[in-house]
């Protein structure tokens, strides 16, 4: 199996993260995310539709089961630090537009991807009463090494949300910022809404399925 790069691996982990919000409340983050990894892949392994790329299934999955059981807001501010506090208004709703819909149409190519993978669990440490956990998992892939994943969650209320994936030792948090942080320095905030809005633009035909600009 050819070697995955680390952005598309992110993909491959973020789109296990299928949550349902029933029963979230009732779960600990490392259930959550057994549960829910395991039922994405058993829902894609027998849904000839999406390994065959139908785009707007796909699309529709990210956006009523992933997304909204994520930490948008958060990792929003995560990956732009300084820049999002010296962000305005306007510019933190056009990133957050922009930036979700590259996350979902990343999502969609790496969800097609799956066929035989299965999930390895480590024991869940963590101290009690806190509202941070960081799960710990395995990607076994036929033919290739296994992929280290951790999951970090923070409970806010009663619910459990992710807002950082790490990949083999690399944060998607750290990845993102790194990327944009260098665009912004070069040409400002203003320049990376418009080639992600660029970006998301050329793929259109596909996201206009469930109405993403």
Known sequence: MKQLSIVFR??????????????MAAEGPDEL??????????????DKDIQAGDQEKIFALAEEKILPNFNFDKVSRMV????????????KAA???????????TYATALSKYR????????????????????????LQPGGQPIAVDYT???????W????IVIEGVSLVTNYRGQFAQEIRQNGLDSLIKKLADKNKAAQPVTAAVGTN
């Open 80 to 91: 732009l630090g300084k820049n999002w506090t010296r962000a305005t208004p306007d510019q």
């Open 95 to 105: 990133f957050q537009t922009e930036f979700r819909t590259l996350l979902i149409r």
């Open 116 to 139: 035989d993978q299965t999930i390895e669990y480590k024991p869940l440490r963590m101290v009690n009463g806190s509202n941070v956990a960081s799960v710990k998992t395995q990607i």
């Open 153 to 159: 969650l923070e409970k806010q209320a009663d619910t």
């Open 33 to 46: 995310v057994k549960r829910t990894a395991e039922d994405v892949l058993a829902t894609v392994k027998s």
């Open 161 to 164: 949300k992710v807002y950082d």
């Open 10 to 23: 992110f993909f491959i982990a973020l789109s296990l993260l299928c949550f349902s919000a029933a029963g």
